[in-house]
């Protein structure tokens, strides 16, 4: 290689470093000027449903009746910071003693009401609602995730 293409390249080398280290500048400014969300007020409709199904006359054993109470839907996703209204519908079930530990939350969703929950999700991770019914505890289940 020539003098003439030892400093052609170099410079071009010296140009393309220059150009790397100014963009990767930028990407770091960038994402350590970018300002935090605002936390948002959040609706969920959740329903208080139940799911039967019976076994055939040829299982075993057979014409039984098997039911599961679930939450509906199962799983939200909201901010730590965020408020979060839950506007609970008692469709199938007499009661549903319930709790959301994590935000301190107690109540009871009744057949044909509308409960009403409002909270701010002010820790990271998962919360769980559950329903306190001995038989619904097992699937009746919403899992709440609120990230950073």
Sequence with gaps: MNEKSKIVTLAVLAL???????FSATLVLTRSTVPARAPTEWTFVVL?????????????PPNTTYKAYRWDPTYIRVSK?????????GVNGASHPST?????????VTRGQWTNVTFVASQ???AEMVCHVPDHTETMQMVIEVFE
């Design 124 to 126: 990271a991770g998962i």
């Design 48 to 60: 208080a449903v139940e799911y039967k199904g019976t076994s055939g006359p040829t299982e075993n």
């Design 81 to 89: 910071g965020d408020t979060v209204r839950l506007n609970i519908f």
């Design 100 to 108: 959301i530990d994590a935000f301190d939350q107690s109540f009871t």
């Design 16 to 22: 393309v470093a220059l150009v790397v280290s100014g």
